[in-house]
């Protein structure tokens, strides 16, 4: 399937996309890790204004009201009342922020202790037998100042004839600049490139799929307007959060 919506020039010609080198590690994490915490950040906002949030506000504040007059015996239902909202409103947010920023810290340890922490292995272009694989990893580059802009990686998925986009993150101050859609497409041409000179027909790749969380709307406008469709529900009990699985015919 052809790209449906390219990059523009004006936006592309400043961007130079090439294959990581071991020197990229540090900005690499850098991008990486600041980008996980914008996504939470978002997941906090996002979560703090849900009807479950408000009526757990609701049910601390009762139950702070509830202490307060116990504690401060003789004194007006109201000025407890007003003691215990307050209380509410700053511990139900303390409580929601603390447990996204603990998932974000595990996630990014998790991350780092599997493939952003061993780049040069996991997506290495030669398996340990020596045979040619899929896997890359690409970074972004702005032409002039040689700063890694955003990144993303390829591995095959364990879906057959599938190929997983992975870690695709661009920092916080090049975004909305064609980094991602740049990103995107050295993704799709890499695959391209691998079927074309791939003779085994059980190693082709039909499809590229990837998973976002619903908190990800930047994420979602860019696979969409290039092209891509969701393709199924997810949804994460453990962490309590859903999204969407997307996909792309090569
Ligand atoms: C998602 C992300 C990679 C997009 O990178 P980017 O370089 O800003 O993307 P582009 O500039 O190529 O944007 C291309 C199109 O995507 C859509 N898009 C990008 N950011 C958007 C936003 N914040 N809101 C709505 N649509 C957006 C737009 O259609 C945009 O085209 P336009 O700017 O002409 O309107 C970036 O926001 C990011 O790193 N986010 C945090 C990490 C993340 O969520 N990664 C995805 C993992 S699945």
């Known amino acids: 399937m052809e790209t449906q919506n390219p990059i523009p020039a004006h ?26 915490i914008d996504v939470i950040n978002d997941a906090i906002g996002i979560n703090l204004a849900t009807p479950r949030i408000v009526a757990a506000v609701e049910v601390a504040a009762a139950a702070g009201t509830l202490l307060i007059s116990r504690w401060r015996k003789g004194s007006s239902l109201v000025s407890n009342a007003v003691a215990g909202m307050a209380i509410a409103v700053t511990a139900v947010p303390a409580v929601v922020a ?8 595990a996630l990014i340890y998790l991350s780092e202790k599997s493939d952003m ?78 079927n074309s000179r791939t003779e085994e027909e059980s190693q082709r790749v039909h499809r590229i799929v ?6 990800q709307a ?7 307007r290039q092209g891509w469709r969701r393709s199924g529900e997810l949804v994460s009990f453990a962490f309590g959060f859903s999204g969407y699985y997307y996909s792309r015919d090569v």
Not at 218 to 223: D, E, T
Request: charged fraction near 20%.
């Open 11 to 36: 936006r592309s010609s400043a961007i130079h996309v090439r294959l990581y080198q071991p020197g990229d590690k540090a900005q690499v994490l850098r991008i990486f890790r600041r980008s996980f």
């Open 210 to 215: 990837l998973a976002t969380t619903a908190y």
């Open 218 to 224: 930047p994420a979602m406008g860019l696979y969409e």
């Open 117 to 194: 922490g061993d780049i040069e292995t996991h997506y290495s272009p030669v398996g340990r037998d020596g045979t040619p694989r899929l896997n890359a990893f690409f970074v972004a580059i702005d032409k002039t100042s040689g700063a890694i802009l955003g990144v993303v990686g390829v591995q095959p998925s364990t879906k057959p004839h599938c190929a997983e986009l992975r870690r695709m993150c661009v920092s916080h101050e090049s975004r909305r600049k064609g980094v991602g859609s740049a990103l995107c497409q050295a993704v799709v041409e890499h695959v391209s490139r691998w």
């Open 98 to 105: 603390i447990y996204y920023y603990a998932l974000v810290a």
